[in-house]
């Protein structure tokens, strides 16, 4: 009882001090909006982000993070100068398909998830996080098989993903 205390007390602290840096306001409305909003926030997070036991969520490494976030960057910038071709050119359709991945974190499948949104040229329509699978809508040359429009987000997304490391 006295961790799960100590959980909340901490998450409390960390988006209090958030609120007040992003309110920039220590007025009397201003700390009890920031105080009521906190505890509610805290109070909606229980097994979300924590539990009796603990953090639900364990951190990815650091190095882990600035990599995927630089290679993410370079995708977005080729696939954006691809779309802009395929679309002038009308060389691809939209196709909608579904790809389980090999990640059972749900943080981890809402990264990738939202990686594929970023992306020009795919979008993600939906995320079950249960089951590992992620509907995706994406231009692709006419034929496509599956296996080829799941091994870009395998081979770019997911394999960086797929081994987290331990708190950062």
């Known amino acids: 009882m ?6 909340r007390y901490k998450l409390f602290l960390v988006l209090l001090v958030f609120w ?13 909006a920031g105080l009521f ?11 979300v982000l924590y539990d009796d036991a603990g953090y639900v969520y364990h951190a990815i490494k650091i190095r ?8 993410l960057f370079i995708e977005i910038y080729k ?5 802009v071709y395929n679309l002038l050119a009308h060389h691809y359709e939209p196709v909608v398909f579904d790809i389980t991945l ?3 974190d749900a943080v981890l499948i809402g990264i990738i998830s939202n990686s594929i949104t970023l ?15 992620i509907t995706v809508m994406t231009l692709a040359k006419p034929g ?17 993903l797929k081994q987290k490391g331990d708190k950062a």
């Open 2 to 7: 006295k961790r799960f205390i100590l959980l």
């Open 20 to 32: 007040f840096l992003l309110m920039w306001d220590v007025s009397l409305q201003s700390v009890i």
């Open 37 to 47: 909003i906190c505890a509610v926030v805290t109070e909606m997070t229980h097994n």
């Open 64 to 71: 882990t993070i600035l990599v995927y976030v630089v290679f």
């Open 79 to 83: 696939a954006s100068f691809a779309y």
């Open 102 to 104: 090999d990640v059972e």
């Open 119 to 133: 992306t020009p040229g795919t979008i993600t329509i939906d995320t079950d996080s249960e089951k590992h699978v």
């Open 144 to 160: 496509a098989t599956v296996e080829e429009l799941e091994k870009p987000i395998r081979e770019k997304f997911e394999r960086l």
